[in-house]
């Protein structure tokens, strides 16, 4: 199935819009006393999450882990409540609660952040087999790093759905470390997608910086997925510019392999390619970049206009009514 100029717009828009929130977080951290806690950012990582969300549809739910904000922009959440989410306060789309490490924005299906490494997987099969039990046509798709791959809940759960063939995607996010550790130091096989072979399932490895190759990807999981023929493991090769949070001095990433990275820009590939093919000017490229800039300027000036929570909210939506 071709990829039609619209839809490699939209990817391209998302992208710059995550590449713009997230480099504005860098500059806000800087701050002393902006934003509190710790800030795990996805900087060069856009492609994964704009390709796999333009090949769902608004029923599929998906689940991220701690590098979530460019997945849960191009599923289409909005910058403000996430903006304000991030600096704590009542308006964000948690009230507040959540914080950048754990968002939740169901209202785009996007039911889960956790920081707990391996934490998604028990959730995605759960919730693969509720909408394979309920007939529904809709995938699950769980993001996760490589080095999550290493924990025991990854081989329970693709085990799992790949005896049940559950309707689920699992989308490996491999930028090369897990915290500080290297790919070589943490994981003995070539291949990460490999490794599905032992579960049943095809895997697939695909380049995390070309969007439409993740996007393209994305759909033969999706539609394997919907005729019932069981899950798929995709691994998008990618690469984090940043520290593994913003007070990460990045000692352990060589500078050449950094700036080797950088060169493999995401969002420079498919705005080259849209413009070597005509289907972008360079007029337009700008327009583009300025909305993302106004849209996380607003999403700002939103997020620090915003009220605190009051602490007798502290036990609000804890338990159902």
Known sequence: MSISTQTKLDMLRAMLLARQFEETLTEL???????????????????????????????????????????LLARGADPKALMAEIFGRRTGCNKGKSGTLHLAVPEVNALCTTTIVGGGFPIATGLGFAQQYQKQEAVTVCFFGDGA???????????????????????????????????????????????????????????GND?????????????????????TLIECMTYRWRGHGETDPQHYQPAEEIAAWKARCPI??????????????????????????????EAVRFAEESPWPEPEEALDDVWAE
């Open 29 to 71: 951290c800087r701050q002393p006393g902006k934003i509190h806690g710790m800030m795990i950012l996805a900087t060069g990582q856009e492609a994964v999450g704009a390709g796999v969300c333009a090949a769902l549809s608004p029923e599929d739910v998906i689940l991220t882990n701690h590098r979530s904000h460019h997945h």
């Open 149 to 207: 791959t290493s924990e025991g809940s990854f081989h329970e759960a693709l085990n799992l759905a790949g005896l049940w063939r559950l309707p689920v995607i699992f989308v490996c996010e491999n930028n090369g470390y897990a915290a500080a550790q290297s790919y070589a130091e943490h994981t003995p096989v070539e291949s990460l997608a490999a490794r599905a072979d032992a579960y049943g399932m095809p895997g697939e490895c695909v380049d």
């Open 211 to 231: 969007a439409p190759s993740v996007l393209e990807a994305t759909r033969r999981a999706r539609e394997r997925a919907l005729a019932g023929d069981g899950p």
């Open 268 to 297: 420079a590939r498919l705005s080259g390619s849209l413009r070597t093919s005509g289907e972008l000017s360079d007029a337009e490229l700008e327009d583009l970049r300025a909305s993302a800039a106004a849209i996380v300027t």
